[in-house]
């Protein structure tokens, strides 16, 4: 089993940035990949970047420029750093953890930006 505990989220005015972490425990394996998703109220869950054990990444195309995934292997943690957050980026965000065809959800930590 994976566990993955997300921490960072918070309120913050818009033009702000917030930094999320997300650390990973358990059965982990090294070949992997780990990411961010999120979901406002009334929305679908929609990926927000991804990254690959072997550092490479993949963003959505509207948080491009503004959002950075990182990860430290060492730490088993991902990191979200948020830029010039809008208040349509209010959501709850999610944690991914995926290896060998499964993926592993965190509880979500939530992000609000006020206008």
């Known amino acids: 089993q994976v566990q993955l505990v997300e921490s960072g989220g918070g309120l913050v005015q818009a033009g702000g940035s917030l930094r999320l972490s997300c650390a990973a425990s358990g059965s982990i394996f090294s070949v992997n990949t780990m990411g961010w998703y999120r979901q406002a109220p009334g929305k679908q869950r929609e990926l927000v970047a991804t990254i690959t054990s072997y550092g490479s990444t993949a963003y959505a195309d509207s948080m491009k420029g503004r959002f950075t995934i990182s990860r430290d292997n060492a730490k088993n943690t991902v990191y979200l750093q948020m830029n010039s957050l809008k208040p349509e980026d209010t959501a709850v965000y999610y944690c991914?953890?995926?290896?060998?065809?499964?993926?592993?959800w965190g509880q979500g930590t939530q992000v609000t930006v006020s206008s």
């Open positions: 991914t953890l995926r290896a060998l065809g499964y993926t592993y």
